[in-house]
């Protein structure tokens, strides 16, 4: 009895602090406004774009680069065809783009697509011995090593992806304000699309405006989601390049920087659309990956995380802690000790029933809490979400059933012993103009 009664305490009182922790950030990213960052000289960036199969949608991407307001002799794109069989690579150097092809068929995934590609940059390498460049043509290995010195910080973006036209400006303001990592505001370039898409969109959309926010303003860090964030170079030298490859390199890359004592900060006035599954396998797919790469990054950075809360109090460990918990796992974990118990006699049938009915419940308050949290969003940024009035009342009331399918992914995540890192295919052929009027109807 007293280890069931530990595992339900523990679960009531860390989901007790989630919760007002939670509503706290919620509170404080609705009321507070992005931070402003000052005005800032230009900077020489790297832009770094890993794409495995993606002609339908990088060019889109590379032209709202050049469309920039940015001074463009401060910008380089580096782009990473990994494992392609179309022509991605050939499409990124007819724009200009430095291009390094990678085909390796055992070690898949857009870390090891990343450390291919800062290895290369470093060595002034693409493929045995030539650096392949769009016009105005080959560039020797050893100017390309100069040139790489230059930057001061690279810029992670994914094919699919549109920019506003100034994001780089600002999210240059917020690097030059000492910022060492910085990500930007995610939005979604088919919202609209179905529930699957606007769930997903609401998703990051939240999490941007709502908690990255609230981080910003109380001074924790807040986390990368994979693409739209900078980091400086002294990061990659500090990690000799990019040295994260589980299924969310992302978040490895976020626990390790801020063990290092690094925060992540918020730009909320640099605004990126990025492209959502449209079917529920794609989704199902993709957040399998998700979960189980939470669930790696939880057992490799959890214990330091939280050795680091005890010795030092450090806010934001304790934060991402919360982020990052295995909550499905622990329930598991409960619900099989308890069916143990009743097996053996050690507890009565009923108490282990009743037990479930209680999580049962809790799960539908959940989903209220939910549709309040998704209207809460859609109300703070409804010039920003791509839908008509009647599109955010049924996405609103579609957006539990997203979020709570997460519940069966994962469960299957805890007890998948491999999970591939798949490409999702893209195919939201707009440019970045009618992904910002969409944003603004």
Known sequence: MGLLFLFDYSI???GAISFAYQAFCIIVGLFAKPALFPDAPPKHY??????RNERSVISHLLKSIADQDYDKDFLDVWVCADNCDDDTAQICRDMGAFVVERFNKQLVGKGYALSYLFENMQNGLFGESEVQTGPPGMMAAEKVRARTREYEAFLILDADNLLETNYITEMNKAFSAGNKIVTSYRNSKNFSSNWISSGSALWFVRESRLLNNSRMMI?????????????????MERNN????YLLTEDLEFTMDSVL?????????????YDEQPITFSQSWRQRLRWSKGFLQVFRNYGSKLIKKVFQTGNFSCLDLTLLMFPWIFLEVVRITIGALYVLFG??????QLNSL????????RGGVLLMVIACITIVSERKRIGAS????????????????????ISFVAIFSKVVEWKPITHGVNVDAKTAAKKGTR
């Open 346 to 351: 050690f507890v009565p049938p009923q108490s």
């Open 12 to 14: 009531v009182v860390i």
């Open 46 to 51: 790297a832009i770094i774009i890993s794409a």
């Open 389 to 408: 009035g009647f599109e955010l009342l049924a996405y609103l009331a579609a957006f539990p059933l997203y979020v709570l399918s997460y519940i069966p």
């Open 241 to 244: 390049g990019w040295k994260h």
């Open 357 to 364: 009915s209680q999580m049962s419940i809790e799960t539908l």
């Open 219 to 235: 001074g924790a860090s807040c986390h990368v989601g994979g693409t739209g964030f900078m980091f400086a170079r002294s990061i």
């Open 260 to 272: 290092h004592g690094d925060k992540v900060a918020y730009c909320g006035t640099a605004i990126l």
